[in-house]
């Protein structure tokens, strides 16, 4: 069973930078990608980023490109998802989750999932 913990999050103003860390625990963690997603209020869960298991080719999906940065430090098993110039709507509750292998930007291919953090993006 692959666990993901969150951590991160919270209230910045516009303009302003947050980091998201996933600490992923379990066996054969090689094997996982890891994606972000988030879900903003009245509206459907969306993918932000991934980043793949053993080659980490990683890429962004919507509002994560140009803004947002993955990065996964193998050694400790955490992918941090690097947020900056945030805006009002990056508020959202994040996640993040793990599938075998490759990249998906869709969250029903995910098969486990950390518990949300809220982002609020608000002066």
């Known amino acids: 069973q692959v666990q993901l913990v969150k951590s991160g999050g919270g209230l910045v103003q516009p303009g302003g930078s947050l980091r998201l860390s996933c600490a992923v625990s379990g066996p054969r963690l090689d094997y996982y990608a890891i994606g972000w997603f988030r879900q903003a209020p009245g509206k459907e869960r969306e993918g932000v980023s991934c980043?793949?298991?053993?080659?980490?080719?990683?890429r962004y999906i919507g509002a994560g490109e140009g803004r947002f940065t993955i990065s996964r430090d193998k050694a400790k098993n955490i992918v941090n998802l690097q947020m900056n110039s945030l805006k009002p709507e990056d508020t959202a509750v994040y996640y993040c989750?793990?599938?075998?292998?490759?990249?998906?930007?869709?969250?029903?291919?995910?098969?486990?999932w950390g518990q949300g953090t809220s982002v609020t993006v608000s002066s």
């Open positions: 980043i793949n298991s053993r080659d980490n080719r990683f």
């Open positions: 989750a793990a599938r075998t292998n490759y990249c998906s930007g869709y969250d029903q291919d995910y098969t486990y």
